[in-house]
């Protein structure tokens, strides 16, 4: 097989871009090791930013994050047991979108599909090589068990944390930074009607707590846990019970309950890979860098990402100049540095870490209610959550 971007990842990253790089003329082959059913039903994070939001609706990708998302115009800062709204729309005019992640990959999958765009699911034995020669390999076995091999100019690792683009560049042609948390989050989903509005991010003295929501009937929430928490140790009562703790406050607020049908995990570290390229072999999104979750950044620094190496490669083929291509890494990491220092801030603002002193704890709680008092503590919040506009 040729074409000129082999594209390793069917997640929404190499989605978005084969979908990007049809409509403006250039071929691509997606190869994706998972298949379709398994994407659409492991849940992610569920905000997009504005921007997401644009690049989904003004690609012609899908509106249908304008009709079944919500437009959430700000969210609610939790410590010392009292409610403290940010508004975004008042603070910096901007809002962002409850929509999963699974329908964004919904969306992509289908546009994919409906423009006749080349992916390959549930392939296995992927490989990458020749990157720093003018015709990058991907080589791989597809469903049928059919090796084979595709020729490409550029190759994209858009194959996420655990894919093998990043580890196939030597040790000595990347820097890997990163930085890891003595905690983790228990994830449910649940049969309730909404607890709130909007999202509740919760310091507690318990640990952390995000109430957010799906729909009218289902409801997504997290607690901070132990990395090495067995899910299978905790009743739904336990649940509802560490929950609402962390909740308690003078306002009374209740949690409405419901039927726990999923329980998760969910381990994490901030991460970069630098440069964001090998010869012609070019990292987006999860693969090149992740971020925890709190502030919910990962997937929409992602599509950021492709938007800038989507004008790369355009570039590249439209005017035979490099020079954008050459700059994607560069331009990308600005914003992916910003995003690790807003998700770190986040995380270490809302967390409680055990080992933290007296003077530790108030000191937090004075960052967080500093926050919340000030106009300009409060606009960068928002800034920073409902996403910075594009260079
Ligand atoms: C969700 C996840 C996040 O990490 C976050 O910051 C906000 C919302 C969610 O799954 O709804």
Not at 65 to 80: M, N, P, Q, S
Not at 164 to 176: E, L, T
């Amino acid at each position: 097989l040729t074409t000129r971007v082999g594209i390793v990842g069917g997640g929404p990253a190499g989605l978005m871009l084969s979908h990007l790089l049809a409509k403006a003329g250039v071929d691509s082959i997606v190869v994706e090791k998972r298949d379709h059913e398994t994407i659409r039903t492991t849940h992610r994070a569920g905000i997009l930013e504005h921007g997401s939001v644009s690049m989904l609706v003004d690609s012609g990708v899908s509106d249908r994050v304008l009709r079944e998302g919500h437009r959430h115009e700000g969210i609610d800062l939790r410590f010392g047991g009292v409610s403290h709204r940010l508004d975004f729309t008042d603070l910096v005019g901007e809002a962002v979108w409850l929509y999963p992640q699974n329908e964004v990959f919904v969306d992509l999958a289908a546009a994919r599909e409906r423009d006749g765009g080349q992916v390959f699911w549930s392939v296995t034995d992927t490989a990458v090589l020749d990157q720093t020669t003018d015709t990058p390999k991907i080589l791989f076995t597809d469903a049928q068990g059919q090796a084979r091999e595709i020729h490409c100019d550029i190759l994209v690792g858009a194959d996420g944390s655990q894919g093998v683009c990043k580890w196939s560049i030597p040790q000595d042609q990347r820097v890997d930074n990163f930085v890891e948390y003595p905690f983790a989050w228990f994830g449910i989903l649940c049969e309730a009607p909404p607890s709130a509005d909007e999202l509740i991010y919760c310091n507690s003295e318990h640990g952390f707590a995000l109430i957010s929501q799906r729909d009218a009937n289902i409801q997504r929430m997290y607690f901070q846990c132990d990395p090495n928490e067995d899910v299978n140790a905790w009743s739904e009562e336990a649940i509802w019970a560490e929950l609402q703790k962390r909740l308690d406050g003078p306002d009374g607020f209740q949690l409405k309950q419901g039927r726990i049908f999923d329980k998760t995990v969910l381990r994490f570290r901030s991460y970069v890979c630098e440069p964001l390229r090998y010869g012609n072999m070019f990292l987006a999104g999860d693969a090149g860098h992740t971020v925890p979750p709190t502030g919910a950044k990962g997937l929409n620094l992602a599509l950021a990402d492709v938007r800038v190496l989507f004008e790369g490669i355009d570039s590249y083929y439209s005017t035979g100049s490099r020079d954008l291509l050459d700059a994607y890494s560069d331009r990308a990491l600005q914003r992916i540095w910003k995003a690790q220092n807003f998700s770190y801030w986040m995380t270490s603002m809302l967390h409680h870490r055990a080992d933290a002193t007296p003077f530790e704890r108030q000191r937090q709680l004075g960052e967080l209610a500093g926050v919340v008092a000030s106009r300009h503590g409060s606009a960068y919040l928002a800034e920073a959550y409902t996403g910075w506009p594009t260079a």
